[in-house]
């Protein structure tokens, strides 16, 4: 397993102060680029999609709230963050404050549960999908965790589909391991199986491999993009690609799912992880809804 690390997101602008990141600018960005994903057994299926997803620094949630109209965490908007979209099985915090506060605190509430050193965190960004005029999926959210510069932490949040339930892996950047498969996801994959991680934060580019073993390679998927400036001639370009980008991702997986079936894969009900045939040694994990 690979983890790559560097000194943290950087905004596009020419004044660098001494934490890396660029005077006036934004730590929060967009990344534009493909998903990729591969079945090797029992038969080879793969495809690739072009995708974005944004990448939101939880401490300038209210700056970008106040420069772009097209972005809100307090109204709707074009693209909008809802606390309540994510992390749903961690312990809600106090409404009462910013959005980008309480959605932090949410993050790292959950990454305590899952069992993170919280010491030293002071930094949290989320790569994921917003409501996009007022709709919202994602089959999954990524929260890294920063002490100053260094990213220490990954939230994967996993949701599945049609269920539309969610669990949250822990990954630790600085010594990735295993982690046990505890929720499903496929109606054509079932649970046997642990994950491996091999992940480079998001800085001038990012790419997330998610591989599932058990005794060989059964399936890996690819998140890789390249960052872009968050500025309104980049969402418009967006807008005019994805115009709706979750109705875009549900008509992908409802299509490859036909596919597997039509080529036939074998279908697994909805099994929870006290259901699974052989048990891994697990790790703490937010336990998924019925």
């Not at 960052?227 to 967006?238: D, G, Q, S």
């Not at 596919?259 to 036939?264: A, E, R, V, Y």
């Amino acid at each position: 397993m690979l983890s790559h690390h560097s000194t943290g997101p950087t905004a596009s602008n020419d004044t660098v102060d001494d934490t890396g990141a660029k005077k006036g600018a934004f730590n929060s960005a967009f990344y534009i680029g493909h998903v990729f994903h591969k079945r090797f057994v029992p038969k080879v299926h793969k495809f690739t999609y072009p995708l974005y997803m944004n990448f939101i620094d939880l401490d300038e949630v209210e700056r970008l709230d106040k420069k772009f109209w097209w972005f809100s965490s307090s109204r709707w908007a074009p693209l909008q963050l809802k606390p309540a979209d994510y992390l749903k099985d961690a312990k809600p915090v106090n409404s009462n404050t910013t959005t980008g506060k309480q959605l932090k605190a949410t993050a790292l509430g959950a990454a305590k549960i899952l069992g993170a050193d919280l010491n030293g965190i002071n930094r949290v960004c989320m790569l994921a999908q917003l409501r996009c005029l007022g709709i919202y999926f994602s089959p999954v959210n990524f929260f890294f965790l920063y002490q100053n510069n260094t990213a220490k932490y990954l939230i994967a949040e996993v949701s599945n589909t049609p269920w539309n339930n969610t669990h949250s892996y822990l990954v630790d950047l600085l010594a990735p391991e295993s982690t046990d498969k505890a929720f499903h996801v496929s109606p054509f994959m079932d649970l046997d199986m642990v994950y491996q991680w091999q992940v480079k934060e998001p800085t001038s580019k990012t790419k997330i491999v998610i591989e599932s073993f058990r005794e060989q390679r059964l399936f890996m998927a690819v998140f890789d993009a390249k960052r872009y400036e968050i500025n309104t001639k980049k969402v418009t370009a967006i807008f005019l690609r994805w115009p709706i980008v979750t109705v875009s991702i549900v008509r992908a997986i409802y299509w490859q799912a036909l596919k597997l079936f039509i080529k036939g894969i074998a279908y697994v009900p909805y099994q929870t992880k006290q259901q699974r045939p052989k048990a891994v040694a697990g790790q703490l994990n937010i336990k998924s809804k019925p």
